[in-house]
Structures are given as structure tokens and as C-alpha cells.
């Protein structure tokens, strides 16, 4: 039988392969500490605990969860989503995603290792008896055991096509496997008995090989080692984790509430409102629990057995934000679909709402000077609100217009412009105070860029039978304006210049990837900048005629030094869409967007496979020779991935005769270095040979097993 785990070996100044949101250039500001799904949660000590979610989030405390740290296996978001933890002690620690391989630390999260568990099946359940045994089940009726403590696993065959959930084995004969079908043996996995009648379990857990439980569309509890299973009295519905901290004390949580027994479960009452997923308790009076809503995680503690908790999770709910401006690095406003306008003064670690219930969505916030602002907004689906304050947002000032309002730029203290979606261009001369029609040029604005008082340049979208994108431009003060529709495939939705003659248009639409046009004759002539990404861009913004960001939807972000001729992406440390960025200045950028997300990048964010970081990544693919060779009975295989995406990687060993023997590697990776080891015991002595597919390469070497 194959043995083998893969090793990311990414060379990182500091040697650890852990990297943070922050170490990746990101920094969440809303919600804190994360938008993705939270779904485990364990605590080692009173201080030390882990939390483990969607987009590979795994968060970690040593002060009892007043803050969390990110703690990352190179692993782009939307590839895994971590659903099962188990904590041996406080710095060793097991996880598992949507991969068959599991992920295993030994220092706290600084260093990782990837164990192929030689399945291919996804893995659901994980359960272990102690710091050795443990055992895993999944798709497919799949049921794994290690005796090494997680680093190499055996398959156990069922034969049974289910797909299961949970695992649990109480002494080496009697184990319990729940999910699809309940499964049971008595005789160390040599038969199973699936009588019973219980299905689709969430969750088990077992106090002893008579007594345990089962978490499914309610609370089940078995006293004769699972030869019966009866309904508790609580009314409880999808329990989602149960746990025991000692023979007698333990929790069920679950949809509606969370339930607390001190009878080893032949009692159950309520101790508090349902929390989701995760919960953990450290004795009977201090506990943690996860769970997330369409906002994002939520991490929840009481310090008082459960009758009251504490949310150690912050947010602002504003729905999404579509506007953020910032005057400098530490002072700045969002606007979006709550009509709420919030301003930091910190750099977005503090907001306070200065603007209540303003009317509709805030689209747009544009600032002079730090004193003087103005805010673009909804008014019903019909009309809109432009607002000006004079003194930072203390008071507003309003003026109706006849659109609802989506950008707002000004050429000088007096003249700006303002564009209405409906297919109207506003003007104010007057600082303001009143605006003015100046051109219906299409049927649908998205971005606006106002060069002096006389020349603006709009973009946008025009109806008909295929997408086309829509440009216009004056140079009179929008008595007159020139326009064009564009076959670019998408739609206009932001427009930026860096003089009077060289400008860009960020495009996109749902459904159709995003795109970067560029001109030099102001508008005359437009060349498309390849981009190689899938998803809308919604804005863009220059800081010289050099250095430029663009971000987009699915957490996308890019940027260029060298006048658009490459565009390099930003670490992607979430898919949630990017609708509004600005920049202070060319090393700080706030974005916002989808359900609230708010982020940060600070020294002008750290580019995927970008040289001068601390992160260096291979420039070719390359399949090294194993090492050492000939060996006896393991040996190591080393191999790099390049490239600015995952690429499907194969690794496969065959014999003389081609066949193929092991497979050591068969997933999605990242641009890195990796190793892996094959333990080839159980194979006699002879040339083998191993081949590395990924994306188009292919390379093929030899090695000799000698005994």
C-alpha cells in the first residue's frame, strides 16, 4: 500500500508556510473576523482555541477570543472550505476541507503538512479515541483509521455507498457510523448492522461504548450500545455539534438552541438560543460557539455556563457598500444600500454613523478638502439626493434632482458633475447648491471622470441586441457631447485618466469577464489590455501616468506599473465582489462591497508571483529527481508549480510494465514548491518510474528500489 504527504515547501523569507490576510497584503475592517461561514470551533485552554471556516479560513486566539489571527495553508479561497478540527492539545491540530487530504500542525499553525489520506473521497466525519487512533468517514461510504496520529491512514473497505457524516468508535470493536445510513459493528469493523432506522445524522457523539448520542433533524440518545435509539424530550431540531466535557456534562447545539445536560444526558435544558455549527466549552462556565449569516462569521462566548453570550464578532450593516472616499490614509466615509453613511478617523479599525436613515442607497461620496463633501444617492427608484457638508459630515445640506445619483466628481471648488443612472448628467456651477441637466447621452451611466470645468468623459452601457459598452465625451461644459458604442463585450463601468489625453475604462458585466481599454487620443482610438480574468472590474483608479488599481467582483484586484501593459493580480483572499476601492494613496487601498465586506491593502498589496515580496515563486514547472536514489524503503519527490493560478496536478508511480501503482497526488495547487514522500515497503525491488501532469506539462523520471 502506497504512504505518502505532501509538503508545501513555498520559500518564504521567514521559512514558515502559514500565511495570514495580512501577510498576503489584506486586512479585513468589516466584519471582523471574517465574512466566511464559520462551521467548528475548539479551545485547548481558557486562551488558546482555533476556528475554522469557509474560502480557508482557519482563525486562531490566545487570549481567550478578544482577537483572532489568520492562519492560511496556501490555499486560494473558493478550493477549500474547512468543516472538521480536531485539537490534540493547544499547538497540534487536525483539519480537513473539501479535499481528501488533511492538514496537520504541530507548532500552533506556523507550519503545515499535507497528508493524502490514499482516498480519493471527500472526508465529512473525523473522530479520535486518542493522540494516535483516530478514524474518518465521507462520500461513498469511505472509513479511514490511522494508528499514527493522523500521518498515514489505511482504508477499511464497507462496500457500502453512502454518504456519511459522522464517526465514532468508542473501543477497538464497537464504532458507529452515522450520516446517510446509521452503520454499526461489534466485532472491530467485520460486520456492520444497518437496521436502524435512523438517517441523515448531522452528528455523534459516544460518553462510552453504551452510551451516545446522535445529532440529526433532532436529538437521539442510545443507552445499550446502539441496539436502540430513542428520541429525547427536548425540542430540539438539526443538531449540529454535541459534545461532553466530562461523564456527565454535555451540549447539544443546534438550529433553534442550544441544550445542556448534567446526567449524562438523560436530562436536557436550554441554555440559550441556537448558534449555528460550532461549540466548545472549556469547563461548565466558559464556552465559545461559530456560525455565520449572509453577513459573515460569527463568534459567540459566555463566561457564565450559557445563560448569557457575548458576541466577540463586530459589523457594520449597511447591506453592501457601493461608495467609499477617503481624504487621507485615516479619514474616510462608506455609503451603501442602508443609506447609512459611516467615517473613520483610524483607518477603518473605528466607524461611527454620521448620517441616519439619509433615504436610499448611497452611491457616491466625493470630497474636496477634508472639511468639504458631498454624497450621491437614491431617492426611490426614480430620483436622487445630492448632499454637501461643509464641516466633515457634522451637517448636510440636500438637493433633489430628477435621477438617483451613482458618481460625483468636481473640477474646482464651483463646477462638478454628477451622473444619473437613468441616462442624465447633472451640472452645478454653484459649488452645489444647484444642479442642472446637461445631456441624456445613453440609457444607462455607470462611470464618470471630469478632466476641467468643459471636459467629461462618461461611460456606460447601450440597450440593443448584443452588449456593447457606451463612451461620450464633451468639451464644451455638456452642451454638446460625443458618443460611441463599443462591441467590447461587456459594459463601461468606471473610467479613469491620467491626462487630458490617456484614459482607461474598467468593463464588465455579470456573466461576462472584465476588461481593460485604454486610449491615448482621449477617446478617439481604444486598444484592449489583456486581462486574463473571468469577472467584472467595477473600478479603476491611477495615481501618475504608471501605477494604477482595478478591482472587481469575486475579491478581485489588480494592478499596474507600467501604464497598464501588465496587469498583475493582488492575492485573492475572498470571492465576495469588490463594487467600490479608493486609494489615499499609492500604497493604501479600501475596498468594499458584497454583504458589507470592507478590506484594506496596505504597501501597495503583495501580487501573486510578484519577485521583489517575500514570497518567490517558481518560474517554470519542473519535476526534480527523487532523493535519495536508490532507496530503500522511502524516497522523496520534489516538484514545482508555476504559473498565476491552481493548476490540476497528477503525480503517479508506474512499474516496468507501465502500470500504474500509486497515485500521490491528484488535486488542485497553487504556484509553490512541493514534496512528496513514498513509502514503497510493501513493493519489491526494481525500477519505478513517477510521472507530474499539470495544466500542459508533463515530465517523466526514473528511480530504483534497492532492498
Not at 482557519?58 to 480536531?86: A, M, S
Not at 468508535?169 to 446517510?180: V, Y
Amino acid at each position: 500500500m502506497k504512504k505518502s504527504f505532501l509538503i508545501f515547501i513555498f520559500i518564504i523569507d521567514s521559512c514558515l508556510l502559514a500565511q495570514s490576510a495580512t501577510q498576503l497584503g489584506w486586512e479585513w475592517l468589516n466584519p471582523k473576523p471574517t465574512h466566511s461561514s464559520l462551521r467548528e470551533i475548539e479551545f485547548a485552554d481558557n486562551n488558546t482555541g482555533y476556528c475554522i471556516g469557509s474560502e480557508g479560513t482557519i482563525l486562531k486566539t490566545t487570549n481567550g477570543g478578544l482577537n483572532w489571527n489568520f492562519l492560511e495553508i496556501w490555499v486560494q479561497p473558493g478550493f477549500y472550505d474547512y468543516r472538521l478540527l480536531h485539537l490534540f492539545n493547544k499547538d497540534t491540530l487536525i483539519i480537513i476541507g473539501n479535499s481528501p487530504n488533511i492538514y496537520k500542525s504541530t507548532n500552533g499553525g506556523a507550519d503545515w503538512i499535507a497528508v493524502n489520506t490514499g482516498s480519493f473521497e471527500l472526508i465529512h466525519g473525523m473522530y479520535f479515541r486518542n493522540s494516535l487512533t483516530g478514524y474518518l468517514t465521507g462520500s461513498n461510504g469511505i472509513l479511514l483509521k490511522t494508528t499514527t496520529g493522523g500521518n498515514s491512514w489505511t482504508n477499511i473497505p464497507l462496500n457500502l455507498y453512502l454518504q456519511q457524516t459522522s464517526v465514532s468508535f468508542p473501543d477497538d470493536n464497537t464504532g458507529f457510523i452515522a450520516g446517510q445510513k446509521l452503520l454499526r459493528t461489534t466485532n472491530g469493523c467485520v460486520t456492520w448492522d444497518t437496521s436502524s432506522v435512523i438517517t441523515n445524522a448531522n452528528c455523534m457523539y459516544f460518553l462510552n461504548s453504551s452510551t451516545g448520542f446522535i445529532g440529526a433533524n433532532t436529538l437521539y440518545i442510545t443507552t445499550n450500545s446502539g441496539s436502540s435509539w430513542s428520541k429525547t424530550s427536548a425540542d430540539i431540531y438539526q443538531v449540529r455539534s454535541i459534545k461532553f466535557l466530562n461523564s456527565g456534562t454535555g451540549y447539544a447545539n443546534a438550529d433553534n438552541m442550544i441544550l445542556k445536560t448534567t446526567n449524562a444526558g438523560s436530562n436536557w435544558f436550554n441554555i440559550g438560543t441556537g448558534q449555528g455549527y460550532g461549540l466548545d466549552f472549556v469547563n461548565e462556565q466558559l464556552g465559545f460557539s461559530c456560525t455565520a449569516d449572509s453577513y459573515g462569521g460569527i463568534i459567540r462566548k459566555t463566561t457564565n455556563g450559557g445563560s448569557n453570550w457575548n458576541n466577540l464578532s463586530s459589523r457594520f450593516e449597511s447591506g453592501d457598500i457601493y461608495a467609499l472616499y477617503f481624504v487621507n490614509q485615516l479619514t474616510g466615509y462608506y455609503g451603501g444600500t442602508s443609506g447609512i453613511l459611516g467615517k473613520t478617523t483610524n483607518g477603518g479599525q473605528n466607524w461611527i454613523n454620521i448620517l441616519l436613515g439619509s433615504g436610499s442607497f448611497i452611491n457616491s461620496i466625493r470630497f474636496l478638502n477634508e472639511n468639504t463633501g458631498f454624497i450621491g444617492q437614491s431617492s426611490g427608484s426614480e430620483n436622487g439626493i445630492i448632499r454637501k457638508t461643509t464641516n466633515a459630515g457634522i451637517n448636510w445640506i440636500a438637493a433633489n434632482v430628477s435621477a438617483p445619483v451613482i458618481a460625483i466628481m468636481f473640477a474646482d471648488q464651483n463646477t462638478g458633475y454628477a451622473l444619473g443612472s437613468r441616462s442624465t448628467i447633472f451640472k452645478t456651477t454653484d459649488s452645489g447648491l444647484s444642479w442642472n441637466v446637461t445631456g441624456v447621452p445613453s440609457t444607462w451611466l455607470n462611470g464618470l471622470f471630469v478632466l476641467d470645468a468643459n471636459t467629461v468623459m462618461v461611460v456606460g452601457s447601450h440597450s440593443g441586441p448584443i452588449l456593447q459598452a457606451f463612451v461620450a465625451k464633451t468639451t464644451n461644459g455638456g452642451l454638446n457631447w460625443i458618443s460611441n458604442d463599443y462591441n467590447w463585450g461587456s459594459v463601461g463601468n468606471s473610467v479613469y485618466f491620467t491626462n487630458s489625453q490617456t484614459g482607461y475604462v474598467a468593463c464588465g458585466y455579470a456573466g461576462y469577464g472584465g476588461r481593460v481599454f485604454k486610449t491615448t487620443d482621449f477617446g478617439e482610438n481604444w486598444t484592449y489590455q489583456l486581462l486574463a480574468n473571468q469577472y467584472s472590474l467595477n473600478t479603476i483608479q491611477f495615481f501618475d501616468m504608471n501605477t494604477g488599481m482595478i478591482s472587481g467582483n469575486n475579491g478581485n484586484a489588480y494592478k499596474t506599473t507600467n501604464a497598464g501593459l501588465v496587469w498583475s493580480p493582488l492575492y485573492a483572499v475572498t470571492d465576495y465582489h469588490f463594487f467600490t476601492m479608493h486609494c489615499p494613496d499609492p500604497n493604501t487601498c479600501y475596498y468594499g462591497g458584497w454583504y458589507d465586506i470592507m478590506m484594506k491593502t496596505s504597501m501597495g498589496g503583495i501580487l501573486l508571483g510578484n519577485e521583489n515580496s517575500s514570497i518567490i515563486f517558481p518560474s517554470d514547472f519542473s519535476l526534480s529527481q527523487n532523493y535519495p536514489n536508490p532507496f530503500n524503503p522511502s524516497t522523496k519527490i520534489r516538484f514545482s508549480i508555476s504559473g498565476s493560478s491552481v493548476a490540476q496536478t497528477f503525480l503517479y508511480v508506474y512499474d516496468m510494465l507501465g502500470r500504474e501503482i500509486a497515485t500521490l497526488v491528484n488535486e488542485e495547487l497553487k504556484p509553490g514548491t512541493y514534496e512528496v514522500n513514498w513509502d514503497a515497503s510493501n513493493y519489491p525491488s526494481g525500477v519505478y518510474f513517477y510521472r507530474l501532469s499539470a495544466g500542459s506539462f508533463t515530465e517523466t523520471k526514473k528511480m530504483v528500489l534497492v532492498r
